[in-house]
């Protein structure tokens, strides 16, 4: 019948995508130049190719490095605090996230109050351009649906 979507408030949550795909490829990078500074330190030592081999010497790499984990801890701190600071802000509110219908706000009763399980019917009813009233009547309760079982 009708689809309900839900709208926000404006703000996307790439961060809690994109945060994610950041940590898995600082940790990738750190570990390739990890790799990368034991292959350059065994082509110095054992391998005896001098010290300038690899464009810059072992401690060169190792500095770079160590300033690439500084750059990466940083950045990932400023990404979390960034990304919780949203989600403390959502529980904030506490309220969830109003529904949608055809750009109208949809309000919800359920008669009986609190009444869960079982089959409703739903109506909705224009109130004004702006929202929308959805009635749920229950019509069969849970318990006549199921019944009670019946002990072997």
């Known amino acids: 019948m009708f689809k309900t979507q839900k709208k926000t408030d404006g703000t996307n949550n790439t961060l809690g995508v994109i945060y994610p795909k950041l940590s898995k490829l600082f940790l990738i990078t750190s570990i390739l130049f990890i790799i990368w500074i034991l292959?350059?330190?065994?082509?110095?030592?054992?391998?005896?190719?001098?010290?300038?081999?690899?464009?810059?010497?072992?401690?060169?790499?190792?500095?770079a490095w160590c300033v690439l984990t500084v750059?990466?801890?940083?950045?990932?701190?400023?990404?979390?605090?960034?990304?919780?600071?949203k989600v403390e802000k959502k529980l904030e509110l506490g309220k969830s996230e109003p529904e949608?219908?055809?750009?109208?706000?949809v309000y919800a009763y359920t008669y009986p109050t609190g009444a869960?399980?079982?089959?409703?019917?739903?109506?909705?009813?224009?109130?004004d351009e702006n929202s929308v009233?959805?009635?749920?009547?229950?019509?069969?309760?849970?318990?006549?649906?199921?019944?009670?079982?019946?002990?072997?």
Do not use: C
Request: hydrophobic content about 50%; glycine content about 8%; charged content about 20%.
């Open 39 to 63: 292959f350059v330190a065994m082509g110095a030592f054992i391998l005896e190719m001098g010290p300038n081999w690899a464009l810059l010497n072992l401690e060169n790499w190792i500095i």
């Open 71 to 85: 750059i990466f801890i940083i950045l990932g701190v400023v990404f979390y605090f960034q990304y919780t600071s």
């Open 100 to 105: 949608f219908l055809h750009d109208k706000r």
């Open 116 to 127: 869960e399980g079982g089959i409703f019917s739903k109506t909705y009813i224009s109130i």
């Open 133 to 152: 009233l959805r009635l749920r009547g229950l019509m069969i309760p849970q318990q006549k649906l199921w019944g009670k079982k019946e002990k072997n």
